[in-house]
């Protein structure tokens, strides 16, 4: 249930992707959640997101109502998942649901991803990385999650924090960041959407 403490930008990003994985996993074809239904309250959830972010008291209350109801029905199907599993940790982590006693993470966050300071711009922090030498930062414009061929190179800095430029406002953009040391480039962190102010 770690989803429940997630960030509304990562609820979209995570609900999108435990339909993803539950709609091929052929364990789960009949699920208590209809993918349907959890795609529309998905959907939803980023409507309300995109269109509170004026600041309009309305949508920001329809934002949290659509909040309830995407955690309400996560949350249901988090019980499915787990009645289906009959507890086998490699059958819940294949829904792309997390393992109840996997702790979660304290402090600061890996890869954090916020409106940068001047209109269209977005800035990044990636929480230092034991032995790098730098950082390759990638992003993606797009409402759908990149596949691996869509990422484009935004920058490599020496620095742990990167602010990109040029954005326009209401665009979806996903971000994420590598660290290389002497070793080469390690993996990349998981992938951050953001909706342009």
């Excluded at 052929?26 to 349907?36: G, K, Q, R």
């Excluded at 939803?44 to 909040?67: F, P, T, W």
């Excluded at 995407?70 to 998942?81: I, P, T």
């Excluded at 993470?105 to 032995?131: L, N, Y």
């Amino acid at each position: 249930m770690d989803f429940l403490k997630l960030s509304v930008p990562n609820k979209i990003v995570f609900g999108r992707n435990i339909i993803s994985q539950m709609t091929l996993n052929a364990l789960f074809a009949n699920p208590d959640i209809a993918y349907t239904v959890l795609t529309e309250v998905v959907n939803k959830l980023e409507k309300y997101y995109v269109s509170s972010r004026g600041g309009d008291h309305e949508q920001i209350a329809l934002m949290h109502q659509a909040k309830e109801e995407f955690d309400n029905l996560f949350r249901k199907q988090a019980y499915y998942v787990n009645r289906i599993s009959d507890g086998d940790e490699a059958v819940i982590l294949s829904t792309g649901y997390n393992l109840a006693k996997q702790p979660i993470p304290s402090g600061r966050a890996e890869f954090e991803v916020k409106a940068g300071d001047t209109p269209g711009s977005i800035w990044m922090r990636r929480k230092a990385f034991a032995g790098a030498l730098s950082y390759v930062w990638q992003y993606y414009v797009g409402s759908d999650a990149p596949k691996e061929t869509d990422w484009s190179f935004a920058s490599a800095t020496t620095q742990v924090t990167f602010e990109m430029n040029g954005f326009t406002s209401g665009d979806k953009v996903w971000f994420r960041v590598a660290a290389v040391t002497k070793n080469g480039m390690g993996s990349f962190t998981h992938p951050i959407m953001k909706v342009v102010p």
